[in-house]
């Protein structure tokens, strides 16, 4: 595996960390079911996705969300074949954070 899948715990603990970024690759439609507070949206199936993805800094840590994870689990994929070693993965997606929010 090219990344970790983490609990919203970890997740919300390495967003605290320097030198992070949390990358949304959901649709834009899809903020309607939770956001988390930083993110920025590269959408998995938007025509720019591979070119944005690229311009990202490799040197930082990479936090990654979709709805139920298993998109953002591709999109970490991509990422590692293009030289990010940085990745984890929200397991869960956005419907596990915001459970996790709300306790």
């Keep these: 595996m090219n990344h970790k899948n983490i609990t919203p715990e970890e997740f919300d603990k390495l967003s605290k960390e320097p030198n992070t970024e949390i990358i949304d690759v959901r649709s834009p439609e899809e903020k309607v ?15 720019s996705f591979a070119e944005d993805i690229k311009a990202l800094d490799k040197d930082k840590t990479y936090l990654v969300y979709c709805r139920s994870g298993n998109r953002s689990s591709t999109a970490c994929g991509f990422m590692a074949s293009n030289g990010f070693d940085k990745l984890y993965n929200l397991d869960g997606g956005i419907q596990a954070w915001n459970q996790y929010s709300k306790s």
């Design 33 to 47: 079911e939770g956001f988390i507070e930083g993110a920025k949206v590269i959408n998995i199936m938007g025509p």
